[in-house]
């Protein structure tokens, strides 16, 4: 059986939780998960191959096992240190930013100035921001969380999974817009035209899941009050606890994806579907629902339906649609990731 360690002292805690329960029962590879206070916080990691990890520590612990492969979940900081374990181990680093990843010196010095200029000058003085492509170009592998993504030096981690559970019959159509409520990643603003000046005899339900906050919660308030009979907008002003989103997802008849075409990460464009991947796949995986994405979203995936104009008829006929998910059931995804995993550690 082959050793692995997995990172997580950044973000993405919730990729982290998918990597270690589709794992931790696997015949071919044990995995060790390091995780910082606030990963381990977001995560149900009481498993025994879960240790609580920083950018101060994580050096020592590595070296007390022999790890045939080394995995950072994020590098988005702590540049120096991931840059040090790239040098010392095999190592695969997903990719959350393509473009980020490849960003010249002089790019990302100029970015610093641009936003947030007080935690970027830490990057800068503290965390090596400027050694964040060699992290990048050192690490043995690349991987992606779409296939679409990939190419000769991205390789795909199928890394999601659909979940068993039985799905009651709502009376309503149940609309969920998984994510935080920010503009800069989703197109709220066309949802909420559109909510508030919808038609259809039929009752529906939209949950906004993910917190609302700034203008856009004042918007939601607004729009409720404004809302026919037939129309119900579920809202939250704080962070989604994980049990309240599992729930919603569960009982949902259609993810709505507004996802915006592009966005920005430390100031460098990324393109969705091309250069970075939006988490709204993953959610329609996980949960086996139909996701509608605007036209110009490029992808092949048969759960990702393109908006059509009449868009709440759309909806109308998804909630009776089945899809199929067998390809994504846990023990096909986890085959398809012990096989990279023992591939990586052989080339």
């Known amino acids: 059986m082959k050793k692995i360690a997995y990172i997580e002292i950044d973000t993405h805690a919730e990729i982290a939780q998918d990597f270690l329960n589709l794992t931790k029962n696997s015949d071919e ?3 060790d998960f390091y995780f910082s206070k606030k990963i381990k916080n977001q995560t149900s990691a009481l498993d025994k191959h879960v240790f609580l990890s920083s950018q101060k520590t994580i050096l020592q612990q590595l070296q007390k096992k022999k790890y045939d492969l080394v995995i950072i979940g994020t590098a988005h900081r702590y540049f120096s240190t991931f840059l040090e374990i790239t040098r010392r181990y095999k190592t695969a680093v997903i990719v959350h930013n393509r473009a980020f990843s490849t960003l010249s010196k002089g790019g990302l010095f ?3 100035f641009k936003k ?3 935690f970027r ?5 503290r965390e090596g921001l400027m050694d964040s492509g060699k992290v990048f170009k050192n690490a043995k592998s690349l991987l992606v969380l779409d296939h679409h993504l990939s190419d000769q030096n991205h390789f795909f981690l199928p890394l999601f999974y659909t979940k068993k559970f039985q799905k009651g019959q709502n009376e309503n159509v149940t609309v969920v817009i998984p994510g935080g409520v920010s503009q800069d ?3 709220y603003h066309t949802v909420f035209n559109k909510i508030k000046n919808a038609s259809h005899d039929r009752n529906f339900t939209f949950v906004f899941l993910g917190k609302a906050q700034g203008e856009l919660l004042e918007k939601l308030k607004e729009l409720q009050k404004s809302l026919s009979k037939n129309i119900k ?3 939250f002003p704080e962070r989604v606890p994980t049990h309240i989103f599992d ?5 949902s008849d259609v993810l709505w994806c507004p996802v915006q075409s592009e966005t920005e990460f430390f100031s460098c464009r990324e393109v969705y579907g091309k250069t970075k991947m939006t988490g709204n796949i993953g959610d329609a995986i996980k949960y086996g629902k139909p996701a509608i994405f605007p036209k ?3 992808s092949t995936h048969d759960f990702l339906i393109a908006e059509e104009d009449d868009i709440f008829s759309q909806m109308i006929v998804l909630q009776e649609k089945r899809f199929s998910f067998e390809n994504y059931s846990k023990e096909n995804v986890l085959k398809a990731v012990e096989k990279l995993v023992l591939d990586l550690i052989l080339t």
């Open 121 to 125: 000058l830490k990057l800068f003085l």
């Open 233 to 235: 907008i579920v809202f």
């Open 110 to 112: 100029k970015s610093i």
């Open 296 to 298: 110009s979203y490029a």
């Open 29 to 31: 590879i044990s995995v």
């Open 247 to 251: 729930e919603w997802m569960k009982k």
């Open 185 to 187: 990643r989703r197109d």
């Open 116 to 118: 947030d200029i007080f």
